[in-house]
């Protein structure tokens, strides 16, 4: 080829395009979920008060499923059902709900994503309570949408405030009942009038990974609600009083169109054989079930007591409904301080200043002996001179 006819080397894609492919604004905005601490910074193992796990552990019955010693275990060799029939079926028959009306979910956290996903973008906006759950803002983002932060009212949800701000752009009300991390609880008659306030074509998902530790006689009417209505969807999880944390099941139901949605952009295998199994023989164990509530309910009582008794150094108990007690600290001793004395004392709790709760400690229901030395801790932290 001559001189004349020769062509110019072809660039390369970096230097068409960049240096390193672009990720999408709104992901790149996303600030990624922390999860609880179990170590110390010199990598001590130490009392895992951060997650909010159940202290009682798993049912004997869903970890000899888990262990493939148990009915329905299944084989590991072969893929797992995709649509977790049983599992399904049985969710129906202990909450009285048609299991079509039902999907499954790799935790609950997969299902408030896919909500997010599926009926908002670009453009729209998701709304939630200021100190709600961090996941919440993630999911926004994730899908392109405007996160939105309602104003809270003592660290609680207030229905006048987040109706005040719902514009045409909103598209998904997220509401964590009980919430975490403030353990705080909207009941019935606030729930509904929330739902009643929201336009027809917003979806509000209320989240219920901590409702088995609610008493029953303080249910906050959202089934009824998922089940009567076109725009309500409910997450629950198995990682909490089910002590499944480690297996990754969670689910939602609400109306048939909803779920249709989810099911449609869910992982197609998103369920293992063992978590299936599991799950199973945990629904088996109510027994289990209301031990743990019972437990937590009693423990949490004493600790709040114990904290109480502290209030004259600034310690403060806000109200909760779950497995954990988040403590206001303002007095001479800060939750920072309150945080690394625990630690050295053997215990990693949640101090939450990246959700702008500096000031805070979130402290999960331990064992009775846990929750004695945790309240002793406090106290000689407390009193110590300055």
């Known amino acids: 080829m001559s001189e004349s006819t020769a062509q110019p080397a072809p660039q390369t894609a970096a230097k068409l395009t960049g240096t390193r492919p672009v990720p999408k604004p709104w992901i790149a905005a996303i600030h990624p979920y922390v999860p609880g601490k179990s170590t110390g910074a010199d990598g001590q193992v130490l009392i895992k008060l951060s997650a909010n796990e159940n202290p009682l552990g798993t049912s004997p019955l869903a970890l000899a499923a888990r262990l493939g010693n148990g009915e329905g275990a299944g084989d590991p060799a072969r893929y797992p059902d995709p649509d977790s029939h049983a599992l399904r079926g ?20 997969e299902l408030l994503h896919l909500a997010a996903q599926a009926f908002a973008g670009p453009g729209d906006e998701v709304l939630y309570q200021r100190y709600g ?93 998922a089940a009567t209505t076109e725009n309500v969807l409910i997450t629950r999880t198995f990682s909490k ?16 169109h909803l779920i ?16 299936q199994a599991a799950a199973l023989a945990a629904l088996g164990d109510q027994a289990f079930v ?42 001479a001793l800060t939750a920072e301080a309150a945080y690394k004395g625990l630690m050295d004392h053997g215990f990693i709790t949640r101090w939450l200043p990246g959700q702008g709760l500096p000031q805070c400690l979130r402290i999960t229901i331990g064992t009775a002996a846990e929750m004695d030395r945790v309240a002793a801790v406090l106290r000689q932290l407390a009193e110590a001179p300055r």
Request: with cysteine; hydrophobic share 45%.
């Open 90 to 109: 049985a969710l129906g028959k202990l909450h009285g709900i048609d299991p079509a009306r039902i999907v499954m979910g790799t935790g609950s956290d």
């Open 133 to 225: 759950f961090s996941v919440y803002e993630i999911a926004a983002r994730r899908c392109g949408a405007d996160p939105v932060e309602a104003p809270d009212r003592d660290y609680a949800a207030d229905v006048d405030v987040l109706l005040g701000c719902v514009t045409p752009r909103t598209r998904v009300v997220f509401l964590a009942n009980p919430n975490n991390p403030t353990g705080s609880y909207l009941p019935r008659a606030e729930l509904a009038r929330l739902h009643a306030g929201l336009p027809a074509d917003v979806l509000l998902v209320v989240d219920q990974a901590y409702a088995e530790y609610v008493p029953a006689d303080a249910d906050d009417g959202a089934f009824a609600l």
């Open 241 to 256: 009083i089910y002590g499944l944390a480690g297996e990754r099941v969670g689910w939602a139901t609400g109306a048939p």
């Open 260 to 275: 249709d949605m989810l099911g449609r952009i869910r992982g197609p295998f998103n369920l293992t054989v063992t978590a």
């Open 290 to 331: 209301t031990a743990s509530r019972d437990h937590n309910l009693a423990e949490r009582t004493r600790f709040v007591a114990a904290l109480a008794a502290l209030g004259n150094h600034g310690l403060r108990p806000l109200p909760s409904e779950a497995n954990f007690v988040l403590i206001e600290f303002t007095g």
